[in-house]
């Protein structure tokens, strides 16, 4: 007999193998586990995992530089207009199915591209592949870096996030809190980490561990731990949990549930999701150039290196500060995101001054301010304001923009370098965007109380 997405089979059912009813504390607190390690486990599709193999794989290859980031741009561009996709089967079939399979996915595809070299030799003998020596090599990463980014940094990233986002509503300031910050830890020592198993065991062997242990360890551990949402485990949001009697809120209450269409047509989405992007396209081209961009400012390799700390650090506390805010009831979100687009502004204003080091300060707290809210924001206005009946399409379309805007970064600030002479002028653009989303950010209110005013 067939299944059906409302009636899963048995293995997929939310009291198998253990139900979630029974633990002795709220099952949501298991959930901010598995979601900080989803995201975590994305790190080998995002480019801070992928960044420490470009030079092993331009070298074993024999690809230049530049065709590299050609074949990383266009496979995340590939990507980015799979995800919403993505998201449609999030919204079908829950968290639970959609984080175990990406991740299995995830795992195949790092083992396939430990293998690349040998795809790019069978390739060389495809008549029309083989008309330029690199051709071959260019079009196996094209494929390869697709099906990366859409496996790691798009629905990895997309399901962990959402999954966390039906747990909770009271509370998910905080916790998304608290899993940003384990995400900071994590991914800013991933690179020595990475580095350390490649000198151990080389860049394919690096791979084959992590894709062996996404398919062996977590792949099980999310199919036992992951549900979809609290209902269906005979559960509520939030738990039981009541807290101080205070004011509610308006931006956390939901009145209705917007499909994809419905929260497409919001102004509030766009800016939000605008703002969203330009932080990863900035940050992203920011990391890709960085030895160029110290040499630009006239720094050490270690000194600009050095810089992540500190920020990582303002970053994590103003994370925690901004989620804590969202759970006030004067508090109107809108207001917070006018908040990250200065402090982003600031930062784009110190590189593009490029007075080092002394405005280095202007630098870490603009990006410290920004990445910080940037990791509190992201996961909570989407179900504040559209609600969770249809937050994995919406999700995929915020993700979409994400990755389409990381993989335009390092490319678009190439070519600014090359048509003004520095990328100093690439963050003075950023600046001046940031500003016009900070002024557009004052009338991105919630559509809820829209709703709620209607209702009245």
Not at 281 to 307: C, K, M, P, W
Not at 353 to 365: E, K, T
Not at 402 to 428: N, T
Request: with cysteine; glycine share 10%.
């Amino acid at each position: 007999m067939n299944t059906s997405p409302e009636e899963p089979a048995r293995c997929w059912q939310p009291d198998f193998p253990q139900r979630p009813q029974r633990w002795p504390f709220f099952y949501g607190w298991v959930i901010v586990v598995f979601s900080t390690l989803g995201i975590c486990a994305s790190m080998p599709g995002q480019t801070i995992g992928v960044s420490v193999f470009t030079a092993r794989l331009s070298e074993a290859l024999g690809l230049s530089a530049m065709q590299l980031s050609v074949a990383y741009m266009l496979g995340t561009l590939v990507s980015a207009f799979c995800i919403n996709a993505g998201g449609r089967f999030f919204d079908r079939f829950g968290a639970r199915r959609a984080i175990v399979y990406s991740v299995l996915a995830l795992g195949l595809v790092l083992l396939g591209l430990s293998f690349v070299e040998h795809f790019s030799r069978w390739l060389s003998h495809v008549p029309l592949l083989n008309a330029r020596p690199w051709l071959p090599a260019f079009m196996v990463l094209i494929i390869g870096f697709a099906l990366l980014r859409f496996t790691g940094q798009g629905m990895v990233t997309l399901s962990s996030r959402a999954m966390l986002g039906k747990w909770f509503n009271r509370r998910r300031g905080t916790v998304t809190a608290w899993s940003g910050a384990v995400v900071a830890f994590v991914f800013s020592g991933a690179p020595l980490a990475l580095e350390s198993l490649i000198q151990q065991f080389g860049w394919q062997g690096t791979w084959q561990l992590m894709g062996g242990f996404l398919i062996l360890v977590l792949g099980m551990l999310f199919w036992v731990f992951a549900r979809d949402n609290p209902e269906e485990c005979g559960l509520q949001m939030d738990g039981n949990f009541i807290g101080k009697v205070r004011k509610e809120n308006l931006d956390s209450v939901i009145y209705r549930d917007y499909t994809l269409p419905e929260a497409r047509r919001t102004f509030s989405f766009w800016i939000f999701t605008l703002m969203f992007g330009l932080n990863g396209l900035v940050i992203t081209a920011y990391t890709f150039h960085i030895i160029a961009i110290g040499r630009e400012l006239n720094v050490s390799v270690d000194y600009i290196l050095g810089l992540f700390v500190p920020t990582a650090v303002i970053s994590v506390v103003s994370g925690f500060t901004i989620a804590w805010l969202t759970d006030l009831s004067f508090v109107r979100i809108k207001y917070l995101l006018c908040l990250m687009a200065l402090s982003a502004m600031l930062g784009y204003i110190a590189l593009a001054l490029g007075r080092y080091p002394s405005g280095a300060w202007l630098h870490m707290l603009g990006f410290g301010i920004s990445g910080g809210c940037f990791g509190s924001l992201s996961g909570i206005v989407y179900p504040r304001f559209f609600g969770r009946a249809h937050l994995g399409e919406i999700s995929g379309l915020f993700m979409t923009v994400i990755m389409i805007a990381s993989a335009v970064g390092p490319f678009f600030f190439s070519v600014v370098e090359a048509v003004f002479g520095a990328y100093q002028a690439g963050f003075g653009l950023s600046a001046m965007v940031a500003a016009s989303i900070a002024l557009a950010s004052l009338w991105a209110d919630n559509p809820q109380r829209r709703l709620a005013a209607s209702a009245e």
